[in-house]
């Protein structure tokens, strides 16, 4: 029965993607423009990242670790790409938004973060808003509405901006 069964370890792959790994299986795989390698057997993919929430209204200790669901990867067309956050920028809209006296954007991520830096995973970067020619594995930073205090976020790729060779994400 399923309830008898052994079930194997959940291995941490990369920083935020946890595989079951059984027998038989090895190669490479991918979920929303993530990859992981697989080493062996049958997986279920557990894609969940981490990322900070306000709780409540109030001072920095209102801000709580949680997982979230990976953003699925953005379709070509849609002008947006899938950033694996590095670095983010604390700043006066994400105070105000953690006091309660800034509203999160229509539409936007109930999660705190205006600034991020990272690479580009994923997304459509043959949109014509595309002006720096950036390409999947591009580091960037970028101004988003809202959800740059996780590991993923999406970013329109029109406010994407190269990172600078030398620069560092932080």
Sequence with gaps: SASS??????ATVGRTCA???????SGFGTFSGVSFPIK???FELEPFMKAVRIHQFGGPEVLKLVRRPIPATPLVGSGEVLIRVRAAGINRPDVLQRQGLYPVPPGASDLPGLEVAGEII???VTHPDNVFSLEVGSRVCALIAGGGYAEYCIAPVAQCLPVPKGLSDV
Aim: proline share 11%; charged share 20%.
């Design 5 to 10: 069964r052994h079930d194997p370890p959940i």
């Design 19 to 25: 595989i079951r790994c059984a027998n038989h299986h």
């Design 40 to 42: 062996s057997g049958h």
């Design 122 to 124: 994923g997304g459509d």
